[in-house]
């Protein structure tokens, strides 16, 4: 067992290709790293060409997006298309806002007065259904100019043959329904605050930013110098010079700058209203996430089955049906020739040994005994000394895992060494598990050709699947030329826990 803090420890916990090394989980090339997936060339990075937020450097326009980048933010922000579908967001929300206010109270207050008699349990079904609706307005809008999407909210499960009573029941019953309704009461008054100080501060920002351009107006058509600053019976102060005007325009141009920011906080409030009232529940979606899982599972166990079926009827079983085969000639001929049917019971023999062999080998694939007897490093010491590399073998553990999380372990070690030896074409291999919190990591590294991806059909993405089914993740670090570095994490659970 390798020491956690060696210092030649090249590909240990903390070396250069350990979780925090160079190309670790938090290194220059691990997930929150330099060519990670938040770092300056991933998905959100700053040369993420085809990323979701990455800017793009191709096509007619590309030295149109290099310029726009030479600008400070705070100058480029405001003509921003962000900030515009931002704006768009708060302005239009303010008389959506309304609308939705006064028909939810009106209908709830009308529902709630007729609950005496049937007639209330109608119209507040109705109005949770229209709310139900106008959430999906909502959604819509909020995936257009906010770039949020949020998925709808679980479907009203209708009990029974269905019909009118069943349907009202449902709605009523259904949490969502009520979440929706719930929006159109505490988003009405911040829409109010949000309209109004979004048209203050883009109003005034605007103003003040152009009035070196308009001022002239105010002397000519309404009779006073400028903008009047202050004023009563005996003075008046207005900002006609020169340099009042230009400190006038400066003001502007500061409060223009801080508009889109000051907006964006504004819509924030609005993303997490979206996001908590109108999207499903966590308990729906942790339950939505749990019935993938579980065909998942079922998929892999189906398909485990199938591989030990056909290793049974292709391996060891025919290897018996040859052998019965051969001890039955060997005993039609132990009369007449003794010497061959000797021979044939030798060759028979030598059947039998190359059928227990099999026999182990399948055991071994549904659940190694070593792994049982001795825990997962002595089990992935024994896979990697099968493997067609030289591997070295970290494990830092300080008690066993679960038997459920330490046979996925091995398995997703087996896998990836399988794939090592057909295809990365590498002279050494290296394997590392430790435990972080409640998290348990494997990282397999080989100094192959790379290019290996975890989509598609590859084998990776199924194994990707798998350690998802489990709450696991799945990271392949694998560039051309390698190196090839996939970590895997998968659930903590102790051995008694």
């Known amino acids: ?25 938090y290194g220059q090339h691990g997930r929150y790293g330099q060519h990670g997936r938040y770092g300056q060339h991933g998905r959100y990075g700053q040369h993420g060409q085809h990323g979701r937020y990455g800017t793009e450097y191709e096509g007619s326009e590309a030295g149109f997006v290099e310029r726009r980048r030479r600008l400070p933010a705070g100058l480029r922000e405001p003509l921003s298309g962000r900030h515009w579908r931002e704006l768009a967001y708060v ?5 959506i806002a309304l609308v939705l206010f006064t028909f939810t109270v009106t209908m709830l207050s009308l529902g709630v007065g007729l609950l005496v008699t049937f007639l209330g349990v109608p119209v507040l079904a109705a109005a949770l259904a229209a709310c139900r609706g106008f959430g999906a307005l909502e959604r819509a809008r909020a995936r257009g100019l906010l770039d949020l999407d949020v ?11 269905g019909g009118g009573m069943a349907w009202m029941g449902a709605v009523l019953k259904n949490a969502a329904s009520w979440r929706h309704a719930l929006y159109a009461l505490v988003q009405f008054p911040w829409a109010v605050f949000s309209f109004c100080v979004t048209i203050t501060v883009w109003s005034v920002g605007w103003t003040t930013l152009t009035y070196p351009l308009w001022f002239w107006v105010l002397p000519m058509y309404a009779g006073q110098g400028g903008i009047q600053l202050y004023g ?16 006038t325009a400066l003001v502007g141009l500061l409060v223009t700058m801080a508009t889109p920011w000051i907006v964006r906080a504004l819509t924030t409030v609005d993303r997490l209203l ?32 199938r591989r030990i079926e056909r290793d049974l009827h292709d391996g060891a079983q025919a290897r018996l049906v040859a052998l019965a085969m051969d001890l039955g000639l060997a005993k039609e001929k132990l009369r007449e020739d003794p010497r061959a049917a000797a ?4 060759e028979a023999h030598g059947e039998v040994k190359t059928a227990l062999q099999e026999l182990r080998d399948l055991a071994r694939g549904i659940h190694p005994a070593v792994l049982t007897d001795r825990g997962l490093d002595a089990a992935l010491s024994s896979v990697a000394s099968r493997c067609a590399v030289p591997v070295q073998v970290e494990v830092d553990l300080a008690e066993r895992a679960a038997p459920a999380i330490e046979g996925i372990a091995y ?5 990836l060494l399988q794939n090592i030896s057909k295809h990365a074409r590498a002279t050494w291999a290296s394997v590392d598990v430790w435990r972080v919190e409640d998290r348990l990591m494997l990282q397999v590294v080989d100094n192959g050709v790379g290019g290996a991806e975890a989509s598609g059909g590859s084998g990776l993405a199924g194994l990707a699947g798998r350690l998802d089914a489990v709450d696991g993740i799945l990271v392949v670090d694998s560039p051309p030329g390698g190196p090839t570095r996939v970590t895997a994490e998968l659930p903590w659970r102790g051995e008694r826990g």
């Open 151 to 161: 998925a709808a909210p679980e479907p009203l499960r209708v009990k029974g043959k």
């Open 232 to 247: 009563d019976d005996h003075h008046q102060i207005y900002l006609d010079n020169p340099f009042e005007i230009a400190v």
């Open 91 to 95: 302005l239009t929300g303010f008389p």
């Open 343 to 346: 021979q044939m019971v030798d």
């Open 274 to 305: 979206v996001h908590g009232l109108l999207g499903p529940s966590r308990l729906a979606s942790r339950v939505v996430e749990l019935e993938s899982d579980r065909g998942v599972v079922v998929d892999a166990a189906a398909a485990d089955l």
């Open 1 to 25: 067992m390798a020491t956690q803090y060696g210092q030649h420890e090249q590909h240990g916990r903390y070396g250069q290709h350990g979780r925090y090394g160079q190309h670790g989980r």
């Open 411 to 415: 398995f997703t070690v087996s896998e």
